[in-house]
């Protein structure tokens, strides 16, 4: 009986603290997660343009048969400079061509010492359209492609973790981000890809893109420009931008360091100049916050801004610079 009572006593004066609590009190407001993936206009953008036909690059493996001239057919490796070395002929540039175009480059220059020379050029090994995977992956680094790769090829290559549902997204994926040179990055969502079938985020891939797969949670800030090694890094308790800028290698000989500029959606453009720091000026390694974004400027540049879709780099940005005439 005494527990009853005890019961009802509780129950009632809750309800009373509530009631008075509910009228005096704060509002409750709706939760609103914050999106961190681009749109999907933004996605259809990024999309690179298709190619219809392989080019050849340094480091393609060719086999080149003349016929009825076993002497000077065989395989070649195209080196870094596009050239081959042919017998007679000496070498040959043919970096950027198509098989067809490489066979008619061949046949021509063998034209001055052959009567009519038949040429066939196959592809044995194919080489330039490389795509860089980091993150939760099992096999990181250079992939290589016979054709132009889309998304979900990449990451089926690479071997990535199965995607975060209910539950499991600290220990799966969500999300993943595709670099573009040193200044274009777009983040899509691999739930919506991955399990619901949403063709729209397979987008076709440049080569020399680099997709990285965080965890779901990490916290990541951006160093891109002319550094050594341009990508997003995990945003690690008290980091400063000496720290980020470090762990992207620093910048490269044509960057202008006195003119870098640290970007923050919620605030704006901090330009800083790396002398200053080296000279002491301690106050311009500043802290960094979820989202900020290093851009170190090649030299030469007259002016560059910048513009963030809804005010995020997460879900898509570009920096945009003129150079000097």
Known sequence: MRAAFFIAGLCFGLSFGLGAQTSAGPEFHELKKERKTSSDELVKEFSAPPIDAY?????????????????????????????????????????????????????????????????????????????????????????????????????????????????????????????????????????????????????????????????????????????????????????SFMDAYSQAGGATDDADVNRIALIRASVGQREIDMKQILAGHKELNLALEEGDIIFVPKRGIARFAYYLQKASPITGFAILYNTLK
């Open 55 to 239: 080019r050849l690059q340094g480091g393609d493996e060719i086999f080149i048969e003349v016929w009825s001239r076993p002497e000077i057919s065989g395989k070649h490796i195209i080196g870094p400079d596009g050239r081959i070395t042919l017998s007679v002929v000496g070498a040959l540039d043919i970096s950027n061509l198509t098989r067809e175009g490489a066979r008619d480059a061949i046949q021509t220059a063998l034209s001055k010492y052959y009567k009519d020379p038949a040429v066939t050029v196959r592809v044995d090994r194919y080489t330039s359209y490389h795509i860089y995977v980091l993150g939760r992956v099992t096999n990181p680094g250079a992939l290589e492609f016979e054709s132009q790769p889309n998304l979900l090829q990449v990451l089926t290559r690479a071997g990535s973790l199965p995607v975060g549902g209910s539950g499991a997204e600290k220990a799966g994926l969500v999300r993943c981000a595709i670099f573009r040179g040193t200044d274009r990055i777009i983040w899509i969502d691999l739930r919506p890809l991955v399990s619901q079938g949403n063709l729209a985020l397979n987008i076709r891939l440049a080569p020399n893109d680099l997709v990285y797969l965080p965890d779901a949670d990490d916290r990541l800030v951006y160093v891109l420009g002319d550094v050594t090694h341009a990508g997003a890094y995990r945003l690690t308790p008290d980091m």
